[in-house]
């Protein structure tokens, strides 16, 4: 009779070695869908587009950035992470290169918005809830807001770089850079990315040693159709909606409204755009920090409870804003930095969670993809209506305030699903 596989012990788990090939591929997507925010001045200046239209390219790339993410979560169950994130890397490098030679609009959607927004949101969140739920039996929540982090990391370590080459040597030159870092980073994916612990006889990080090796089921199912077929029974129950249309908050009031147009909106008041891309950056040390607590309250608190806080702390934000901008920093706008930053991508990990919780362990992930596809849905949106409110009325203001009604409407419908007295994130939540 065959004894079944018992797994190693190895003195340090490979899951924290796959979980840091992970962190680093997120630094490298948030680097590269972030990096246009601080071109669009100078393709403004050079071509003499709108920022409207320049603003579509970057909702294209939110767009794409977030439909990719279910399919994408489903390409890893069906090809394997690896394959599916060398893939994306050569994506992001043609969409950053071409860009060199276009002289139409066209041709700026299809590189920034479709190439970039494709590679990009196949090491979106999808990837890390691929990863934390897969390699992580304990402090899941903690991993994946580590991994969240990730995003804020690259923001942290692209912008301020990005405006200081876009100065010195123009675009161009900060494009063409972009794409070779993404051509670098292949190399590292193929070496030590795995696809699942039982390919190196391993469980996940938290099982007892003496459980035998859990080799995941094969699957059949094309990717598309198991994408497609998990939207179609999360669709029915109202937890899908609800954590859709927050997350769609979520992104409208990140990515789309300040990642995008906070740079162009200090600008409008007389800052300068490395100084505006330095603030913006910063924003990122205080998101890793806020991300991290973040998942760490997560295993201990009631993710929509968590929720409810972040979404009406970031509405009291946006408030604030527009009287915030002034030609030089002052001291007030540190404070709101230090605020926004602590509550950028502090949902994640509670979102992650909540979509365990409803939907289970195997689906979850793939259910995590369509939330986060609603947050880029919301992100495109507010980066292409925030763009036409600045040139219809020559400011933001407005912009600044929808986002904050919005704001508290996330806030009352996540409070409408706390579960008073369960605390732990990994519950289980009927059917």
Not at 124 to 151: C, D, I, P, Q, Y
Not at 197 to 213: C, T
Not at 247 to 254: L, M, N
Not at 257 to 283: K, N
Request: charged share 10%.
């Amino acid at each position: 009779m065959t004894q079944p596989m018992r797994p190693r012990a190895p003195r340090l788990h490979p899951a924290w070695i796959v979980a840091g090939i992970t962190f680093i591929t997120a630094i490298s997507a948030a680097g590269f869908r972030s990096a246009p925010s601080v071109m669009m001045h100078p393709l403004h200046e050079e071509f003499g587009w709108s920022m409207g239209l320049i603003g579509s390219a970057v909702s294209v790339n939110l767009l794409f950035y977030g439909l990719t993410a279910p399919f994408s979560a489903a390409a890893m169950e069906r090809f394997g992470v690896r394959a599916v994130v060398v893939a994306a890397l050569a994506l992001i490098a043609a969409g950053a290169v071409l860009p060199v030679w276009m002289t139409q609009p066209w041709q700026l959607i299809a590189c920034w918005g479709v190439l970039i927004g494709l590679g990009a949101g196949v090491m979106s969140m999808s990837l890390v809830a691929t990863v934390s739920n897969r390699w992580f039996e304990k402090r899941r929540a903690t991993v994946s807001g580590v991994l969240a982090a990730g995003a804020a990391t690259g923001q942290l370590i692209f912008l301020p770089i990005t405006a200081q080459l876009t100065d010195a040597s123009g675009w161009r030159s900060a494009t063409v850079a972009i794409g070779a870092l993404a051509l670098v980073a292949i190399p590292l994916v193929l070496w030590r990315m795995r696809n699942h612990p039982s390919d190196l006889g391993v469980n996940a990080y938290g099982v007892p040693a003496d459980e035998p090796v859990r080799t995941p089921p094969p699957v059949s199912t094309g990717a598309a159709r198991l994408a497609l077929s998990s939207l179609k029974d999360a669709s029915a129950r109202p937890a899908f909606w609800i954590l859709a249309f927050t997350f769609a908050v979520c992104g409208a009031t990140t990515n789309g409204l300040v990642g995008t147009h906070f740079i162009p909106a200090a600008m409008d008041h007389g800052m300068a755009g490395t100084a505006a891309a330095s603030l913006l950056a910063l924003v990122g040390v205080f998101d890793i920090i806020g991300t991290v607590f973040s998942g760490w309250l997560t295993d201990r608190v009631d993710p929509a409870l968590l929720l409810t806080i972040y979404y009406a702390g970031r509405g009291l934000s946006l408030i604030v804003l527009p009287m915030l901008f002034t030609d030089d920093v002052k001291p007030s706008m540190f404070v709101f930095i230090l605020f926004y930053g602590l509550d950028w991508v502090a949902t994640v990990p509670p979102t992650i969670a909540l979509c365990r919780a409803y939907f289970g362990p195997e689906r979850g992930a793939i259910v995590f993809g369509w939330v986060f596809a609603s947050h880029q849905i919301g992100a495109a949106i507010a980066a292409t209506a925030a763009g036409m409110v600045r040139d219809e009325l020559g400011t933001y203001t407005w912009a600044w305030m929808v986002g904050a009604v919005l704001c508290g409407l996330a806030a009352v419908a996540c409070l409408g699903m706390v579960r008073r007295g369960r605390v732990p994130s990994d519950i289980t939540v009927p059917a």
